[in-house]
């Protein structure tokens, strides 16, 4: 079975602005001189930078969104669509990130739904899981993960239109990471649920960890078994930087 290419994604959440063009004109120049890195590099802008960031990303890149709408289009003041971002010239939508489930009480069935909806727009859906501290320490990591993810998949999933990202919430723009094995065994239980499920077509899905990625740990943490790239926040802003972190994926 073919392994998923990796992938290294940058969230910029509510970060960027139109000045912000040059950071991607000079993460397109690092990509261009390195030698070949051995993943695919997306960046996620906020909304309003979309557009143009999708214009002038060069081929080494691509552009993505961080939430979109269960509808085509309507009477919903301040949402966008899916096929918004399609026709921006995006190519991946995250859905379900935590700061989304926990500041615009988002469900897994409505992820799932948006997760659709990305599906139908011809985008792929970056899929979000990751447990609190809470639920870590109270032992329930691989049941919350688990029952986040079957939750959050729509029926039109299949590996070359959903890739997975695994954020512990309390890992997120906190400089801490849960251990190699602790990483290991949650990528290891999404990979499983997901060979239930797609049967042998679960080993085709990327699985990205995400949650205080950095220059300095990203090589150690891209090595775990069933860790196919990273979501990166902060370290993403700055093209040195998240350079430095696809520098992972380099000879
Ligand atoms: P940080 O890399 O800033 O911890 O953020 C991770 C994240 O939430 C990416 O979606």
Redesign the pocket.
Known sequence: MAQPTPLV?G?W?MNGLRQSESELQALEGLLGAGSDAVCNVLICPPFPILSRFADVAGDALMIGAQDCHTQVSGAHTGDVSAEMIADAGATHV?VG???RRADHAETSSLVAEKAGAAHRAGLTAIV?VGETETERDAGDTLEVVLKQLTGSLPETTTADNCII?Y?PVW?????RTPTNNDIGEVHAAIRNALETQFGDNGTRFAILY?????PANAKELMTIDNVNGA??????LKASDFNGIIDAYRP
């Open positions: 994604a969230n959440k995250i990130h935590s700061e979000c990202a954020e890992a997120i723009g906190t400089g995400g949650g205080s990625v950095k979501l990166v926040g902060g370290a993403s």
